[in-house]
């Protein structure tokens, strides 16, 4: 356990020299700092090129906004488009339905002319049978009277 102890206290000694000698370092460097050019230069390129790249992201952001302003007017140009085409849509599916239900009206007025059409048909075949049949009767009285008309003239002629 001493040994442990003086193993101790050694590498407390040790750490107080290197504090000692690190704030020793430490106090010069605040008094003169110590600056590498290379370093220095090193730092100042670095600093360059982050402003050249700052600038070159500023160039970028910038296109992108007047990009972004394109597509957003194109967005709301097309966008009224749409609107024009939408009521187009409308109004033609209006006059659509408007046609479709005056074509249902024809369809249905040409249905009735229709049977109207046979409704007539029909009474001038019973018109032209009716005619048929006083033919028949009118021809058959013509020949009767015809056939009384001969015996009239030959009673006439046996009693004159």
Do not use: C, F, W
Not at 73 to 97: F, P, T
């Amino acid at each position: 356990m001493y040994d442990q102890l003086k193993l101790l206290e050694k590498m407390i000694l040790d750490i107080k020299k290197q504090y000692q000698l690190v704030s020793a370092e430490l106090s010069n460097l605040k008094q003169q700092p110590n600056t590498d050019p290379k370093e220095l230069s090193a730092l100042k390129t670095k600093l360059d090129s982050s402003y050249t790249e700052r600038d070159s992201a500023k160039k970028q952001l910038g296109d992108l906004d007047k990009r972004y302003q394109s597509l957003a007017e194109a967005h709301h140009m097309i966008g009224e488009e749409q609107d024009k085409l939408q009521k187009q849509l409308i109004d033609l599916q209006q006059q659509n339905s408007e046609l479709q239900q005056h074509n249902k009206d024809l369809q249905q007025q040409s249905g009735e002319t229709q049977q109207q059409n046979s409704d007539l048909k029909q009474q001038i075949s019973e018109v032209k049978q009716q005619n048929n049949d006083l033919q028949e009767k009118n021809q058959l009285a013509a020949e009767r009277t015809q056939v009384v008309l001969k015996r009239l003239t030959h009673i006439d002629q046996i009693e004159g």
